[in-house]
């Protein structure tokens, strides 16, 4: 079906399978990719929650339309689904799909199922992991480590060939990988400046990992923060990370993390 969206608009499209969710986001030329995991939760919990998490992805209020095929979703949810729905889709202004056949749903639908069956995900989440990994220099890919308010498009990393797999489950080993990246980045602004440009600090507080993407972590929070695609893949939904973090017109920056729990 052809997509009838303008420029101020944007497409979230969302999808959920048994334990697993995935939203595929564009706005313009831009896209964003999103997925998540909540072992043994059903489908209808995770469509829901693919639809709240693409919502609250959106930094700013902006016209989105969604689109889901799932009826739990028409409903609204039950229980705390519902009051996070409410405030999600309170932000925008929302409009529904609840049929047709779109290229970027099916593309979500497909995201969902290397989560549902693991085994069909091993090999990219190895591939992800490989580049956090290795000691290298930052890779000219690299973005700075901060919240975009535009819906920004995948970021590429290149992958080494070795790596120890072992450490794609470690919260250590994503915090570490994260932190030399915030350190060693040559494009981040200066840590001191930022500090005293801050409108707003958050300082040594635990903030949990809402959403995991091609490229980017979302922090309870703070919003989707653009990292090497090799970071993002060692991140998982659901851990707490101190962060300290300044915002500065219009923008987050991390300054520093440090393990929370898993």
């Given at each position: ?88 889709a309170g932000?925008?202004r929302v ?30 989440d190895l ?136």
């Amino acid at each position: 079906m052809a997509d009838q969206q303008t420029s101020q608009q944007a497409l979230l499209h969302a999808a959920g399978g048994a334990g697993a969710w995935a939203v595929v986001l564009t706005f313009g030329a831009h896209r964003r990719e999103l997925q998540g995991a909540e072992p043994g939760a059903s489908a209808d919990r995770m469509a829901i929650t693919a639809v709240i998490t693409g919502l609250e992805a959106l930094t700013r209020p902006t016209a989105v339309e969604v689109r889901v095929h799932n009826d739990y979703v028409r409903r609204g949810g039950d229980g705390e689904l519902r009051e996070r729905f409410k405030a999600a889709a309170g932000r925008h202004r929302v409009t529904w799909r609840w049929s047709g056949e779109y290229e970027e749903l099916t593309q979500a639908q497909a995201l969902v199922a290397p989560a549902v069956d693991p085994r069909k995900g091993q090999l990219a989440d190895l591939a992800l992991a490989i580049a956090a990994i290795e000691k290298a220099p930052p890779s000219a890919n690299a973005v700075p480590v901060r919240v975009k308010n535009a819906v920004p498009a995948a970021v590429p990393a290149a992958v080494p060939a070795a790596v120890p797999a072992a450490a794609a489950n470690s919260i250590e080993a994503f915090v570490e990988a994260l932190g030399e990246h915030i350190a060693d980045d040559p494009q981040a602004p200066d840590p001191a400046e930022l500090v005293e440009l801050a409108e707003e600090m958050v300082e040594d507080e635990p903030r949990a990992i809402t959403a995991v993407g091609q490229g980017e972590v979302t922090f309870e929070g703070i919003g989707a923060v653009a990292v090497p695609a090799g970071i993002a893949g060692l991140a998982r939904v659901g851990w707490r990370v101190l962060l300290s973090a300044a915002f500065v017109e219009g923008n987050w920056y991390l300054l520093d993390v440090a393990p929370g729990e898993s």
